[in-house]
Nanobody
């Protein structure tokens, strides 16, 4: 069992930065792929980025490549999402997730979710 708690969301102007943090409970944190999805109003939850158990491999959706960076600290059971050059279209609730698999993943396949944190980017 893994419990996830996100923090770091907020309101920022376009071009600004935010850093999301996800704190995980459980002794097996380092065994999981960790990542982020987001969901804008009226839209489906979409994949943003993920990082493998060791932190050696990452993957991003095309719309955030070069702007977002995902990282993890297994000693602290934490995964971070650094978001730079934010755009209004990045506005969404961001959800941290943990999953035992690596590779492309759909929202319905995720093992564990956090409660979400709101990110709002004003133009």
């Amino acid at each position: 069992q893994v419990q996830l708690v996100e923090s770091g969301g907020g309101l920022v102007q376009a071009g600004g930065s935010l850093r999301l943090s996800c704190a995980a409970s459980g002794r097996t944190f380092s065994m999981y792929t960790m990542g982020w999805f987001r969901q804008a109003p009226g839209k489906e939850r979409e994949f943003v980025a993920h990082i493998n158990w060791s932190g050696a491999n990452t993957y991003y959706t095309d719309s955030v490549k070069g702007r977002f960076t995902i990282s993890r600290d297994n000693a602290k059971n934490t995964v971070l999402l650094q978001m730079n050059s934010l755009k209004p279209e990045d506005t969404a609730v961001y959800y941290c997730y943990a999953d035992r698999s690596w590779g492309a993943i759909a929202a319905y396949e995720v093992d564990y979710w956090g409660q979400g944190t709101q990110v709002t980017v004003s133009s």
